[in-house]
């Protein structure tokens, strides 16, 4: 079938979705995605459903003729997996709906709900429930996944929270998760099939001790800093993330985050966090309301380039001088980050396919304003990779985080780790010809 063609099946099948063609005055609203990833593909059109009805019906139809598609929420990926060239794009922001329990311990949340929406909404509410550093985040792109943010401490990873999900399966279906599907969903993305719903835990509303320790960016400083964390004790409730950063001038900055209901606890490790490292040149950690929090961020999330990542188990002394080697010869806008210790008890907490135990999430980026920068970026950043990689340092885990690994970085068995048995089992009995062949991990 020619492209018109099927664009004329798909508006004489489903006549009540809108369906947006590159000359549809909506089109460049639509199209647009928070990064230039994927924007040089040419997509078969975007369809918008509203109703999970709605999306079962463009599976049905996909899948009958033979057409791909690809899902998107807040078009946030940094590789452009939400379009795939001739696919349609299914464009889930439509299906909002945010609906709390009467208990209020769990949440409904529509496919295709921002983390903007939801905290709004939750506010309103009096609660909260995890979510990422960015509002602009789909939140089941982000929690099914992995789904690290300020809370991860405090109240787990967002796969952590999932507790239901009504999905629209390979044969176009509308189905209530089962146990097996939500231990899927759990680290497997939209592999099971397009999410239209997510029940997640919530929790009541809690303001959050959170801000940036600025340090000079010496390697005497950062190796006083690393030494002096390795011998503190980080409570659960307690977050934090490092970053080598060039703005102005080069820094190490630590984002410290307080989770936790205790906020005055919170004061008295930040207190005790300071005085066991060198002093910071700066802080801004305070207590703040979580949407007065998001609404004074200002994340460096520049629109050509992306993140990637390395799982690390600890920072080893050769990890740390090649970062140190690094440092020196990093060019402009680009950032590393390293996290604290994210403790995945796969013992305690619910049935997953999240690939990695406990791990520090290593991450650079070649991101740049301008695309005439990137060629620089991506040399130190391939180069950083490659020296990591190929170091053979006991610290080096096989994995790294799905959303921040070039598609030909890592294999899914190497994404899924311990975890690629069950998954692989899981894809086959629940997707057995690979309908949802774009999302990510790829199989
Ligand atoms: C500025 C920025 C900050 C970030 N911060 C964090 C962070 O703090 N913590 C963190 O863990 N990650 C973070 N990320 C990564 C982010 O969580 C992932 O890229 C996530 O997949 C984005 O989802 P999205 O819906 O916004 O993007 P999209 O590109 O629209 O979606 C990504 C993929 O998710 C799948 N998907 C989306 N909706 C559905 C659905 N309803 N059903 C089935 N599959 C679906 C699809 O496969 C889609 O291709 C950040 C990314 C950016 C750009």
């Not at 820094?251 to 989770?259: E, R």
């Not at 020196?328 to 135990?357: L, Y």
């Not at 005439?372 to 990689?389: P, S, V």
Request: hydrophobic residues 40%; contains cysteine; aromatic residues 8%.
């Amino acid at each position: 079938m020619t492209s018109e063609a099927q664009i004329d099946s798909f508006q004489k099948a489903n006549p009540e979705v809108k369906l947006l063609v590159p000359t549809s005055p909506e089109w460049k609203d639509r199209r647009a995605t928070r990064g230039q990833a994927g924007q040089e593909i040419k997509p078969l059109g975007i369809a918008i459903p509203t109703n999970s009805q709605q999306v079962a019906d463009i599976v049905r139809w996909a899948v009958k003729n033979k057409i791909d598609f690809t899902v998107r929420t807040g078009g946030n990926d940094f590789y452009g997996r939400n379009v795939a060239e001739g696919a349609l794009i299914i464009d889930m922001r439509d299906i909002k709906s945010i609906e709390v329990a009467d208990d209020k311990t769990t949440a409904t949340i529509g496919g295709g709900v921002l983390a903007k929406d939801m905290l709004l909404k939750f506010d309103e509410h009096n609660l909260t429930a995890p979510l990422g550093n960015a509002l602009e985040i789909g939140y089941v792109g982000w929690s099914t996944i992995g789904g690290y943010g300020p809370f991860t401490g405090a109240l787990g990873m967002g796969f952590e929270g999932i507790v239901g999900a009504e999905i629209v399966n390979h044969e176009g279906e509308i189905v209530k998760a089962t146990d097996e599907m939500l231990e899927g969903l759990r680290g497997m993305g939209g592999n099971l099939g397009i999410v239209t719903s997510l029940t997640i835990k919530v929790y009541p509303k809690r303001e959050i001790l959170i801000g940036m320790l600025i340090f000079d960016d010496s390697p005497e400083t950062i190796k006083a800093v690393v030494a002096a964390e390795e011998k503190l004790t980080f409570p659960k409730d307690l977050n934090i993330h490092h970053f080598l950063i060039q703005t102005q001038q080069r820094m190490l900055s630590i984002m410290f985050s307080w989770g936790g209901s205790d906020i005055e606890e919170g004061k008295k490790y930040l207190e005790t966090f300071k005085a066991a490292l060198p002093p910071a040149k700066m802080s801004t950690v305070q207590q703040k309301s979580l949407l007065g929090h998001y609404e004074s961020l200002q994340i460096p999330c520049l629109p050509y380039g992306g993140q990637r990542s390395i799982y690390i188990k600890e920072l080893s002394p050769g990890i740390f001088d090649i970062l140190m080697e690094a440092v020196k010869i990093m060019p402009p806008f680009v950032n590393i980050g390293w996290s604290m210790k994210t403790i995945i008890d796969q013992e305690k907490t619910v049935p997953n396919c999240f690939g990695a135990g406990s791990h520090i999430l290593l991450s650079f980026t070649d991101m740049v304003p301008e695309e005439k920068f990137l060629a620089e970026t991506r040399k130190w950043n391939d180069w950083l990779f490659e020296k990591i990689r190929s170091s053979g340092d006991p610290a080096v885990m096989e994995g790294s985080y799905p959303a921040l690994t070039r598609p030909e970085d890592r294999t899914a068995e190497q994404l899924f780790g311990d975890k690629w048995p069950r998954a692989k089992e899981l894809k086959a009995k629940f997707d057995p010809n690979n309908v949802f062949k774009h999302a990510f991990p790829t199989f």
